[in-house]
């Protein structure tokens, strides 16, 4: 996919962060966007931007742990849109817990909406993407799908299923000749709201993390856009985003498993 205009661009999580910057950048290529997001007054809020930008959007309403509403979803598109050219599976949460502090609620939680929403999604749109003849996927997962990170386990276990599973379907579009490319995206701290909405375990001050994750995080929205878009036109099967996502993309390249202890010596020098 070497240019965005008149390409049909589904985007899940677009009522804030990543996703609206990601439809705002494509409406100002001359892509049609169908939007979706569970708060629905934030996705409209992201395609009236895109309209007056010049560009034909529109917004749902979609939970992306629902199988049979992501489904409805994508027969919904193809109704108002035609098949869709690129989607982008970005909708995402994070929570911060030790194993021994996870609740099966909140491991659920983060596994039905990180894991499964991006399953549905892929499963759901792959046949409109190889019909329409130039399609691509981007499936977002994170730095910590390239590196685990101590009390980020369920976050590490949605984020390296979502690796595994993208880098899979890569090869079998290649093998079977299909015309859709497929990334995994790996972003580190991006300025976006997912630590203001998270959840944490063991008696952590989540306002405190995040107020902490907003200090940390030095990557926009808009260049994670604008990088994640450079990536899909050179069908880049990994795309790293922000100077610390290929810092930890490094670490088990140079370490091997020897990079956990990297890591551990840090976290322990940031809790003393």
């Not at 962060?17 to 569970?38: D, M, N, P, Q, V």
């Not at 892929?122 to 996927?137: E, N, Y």
């Not at 450079?230 to 790293?240: E, S, T, W, Y």
Request: hydrophobic share 45%.
């Amino acid at each position: 996919m070497k240019n965005f205009q008149d390409k049909v661009a589904v985007i899940t999580g677009a009522g804030a962060g990543i996703g609206r910057a990601l439809a705002l950048e494509l409406a100002h290529r001359g892509a049609r966007l169908a939007l979706s997001g569970r708060n629905f007054d934030n996705v409209a809020e992201t395609a009236a931007l895109c309209a007056e930008a010049g560009a034909q959007a529109r917004a749902y309403r979609l939970d992306v742990t629902d199988r049979t509403a992501v489904y409805a979803h994508a027969d919904d598109v193809h109704a108002d849109f035609g098949p869709a050219n690129l989607l982008i599976n970005n909708a995402g949460v994070s929570l911060t817990a030790n194993v021994d502090e996870l609740s099966w609620e909140d491991f659920e939680w983060i596994v039905d909406i990180n894991f499964w929403g991006v399953m549905y999604g892929t499963k759901a749109f792959l046949p409109q993407l190889i019909d329409s003849g130039d399609g691509h996927l981007a499936n977002v997962s994170s730095m910590f799908g390239l590196a685990a990170c101590p009390s980020q386990s369920a976050y590490n276990a949605t984020k390296f299923g979502i690796r595994g599973f993208t880098d899979a379907l890569r090869q079998e579009m290649k093998i079977a000749g299909h015309p859709v490319g497929v990334s995994c995206v790996h972003p580190g701290m991006v300025k976006t709201g997912i630590a203001w909405k998270a959840r944490a375990g063991g008696g952590r001050d989540r306002d405190a993390l995040a107020a902490n994750f907003d200090r940390l995080a030095k990557t926009t929205p808009e260049s994670a856009a604008q990088a994640l878009l450079a990536g899909i036109r050179k069908d880049k099967a990994q795309i790293l985003i922000g100077a610390d996502a290929r810092v930890i993309a490094l670490l088990p390249r140079l370490f091997g498993a020897g990079y956990q202890k990297i890591i551990t010596a840090q976290m322990k020098k940031e809790v003393a």
